[in-house]
């Protein structure tokens, strides 16, 4: 009886038949997967809102921030005054907020919990002040989603 060594062929064609089943594996399980689930948020502009009581604020806006992705998140949202004013945001004690809080009076808003999808979303209050002469006007506000803090 005799017996045959396998030829460098025969080696070749294993190998290359390994790595058609991993590449089919591989590409199979991209296929199948869930697409990715994100946050994204959207905001309109400020509009007017009164003042809460004794802040001595020369006007104040409210802020609408709507999570329109497809997962919870958390949201930053950054406030650009308009030159002579200066403008924050105050979220403390408003029942709009609906429990997701930030640090504040600041210009920059971090939520402290994770905003879910297509719900109210977040009703945040800009205080601005105007040095004198100057016309208080709503700040420029971009808002972001962001890792937890």
Request: hydrophobic fraction near 40%; aromatic fraction near 8%.
């Amino acid at each position: 009886m005799t017996t045959q060594r396998a030829t460098s062929s025969y080696y070749v064609a294993a190998a290359a038949l390994v790595v058609a089943i991993a590449s089919f594996l591989v590409l199979t399980a991209m296929v199948v997967r869930s697409p990715q689930r994100f946050s994204l948020f959207q905001w309109g502009a400020p509009t007017a809102a009164s003042c809460l009581p004794g802040s001595g604020d020369d006007a104040c806006f409210r802020l609408q921030v709507h999570n329109t992705g497809s997962a919870d998140g958390f949201v930053q949202c950054s406030l650009s005054p308009v030159p002579g004013t200066s403008a924050l945001f105050h979220t403390s004690g408003l029942p709009s907020v609906n429990g997701i809080g930030g640090y504040q009076p600041s210009n920059t808003f971090w939520s402290s919990r994770a905003v879910p999808p297509s719900g109210e979303g977040l009703t945040l209050l800009i205080e601005v002040k105007a040095d004198k002469g100057v016309t208080p006007t709503a700040p420029s506000v971009v808002c972001l989603s962001v890792p937890a803090l």
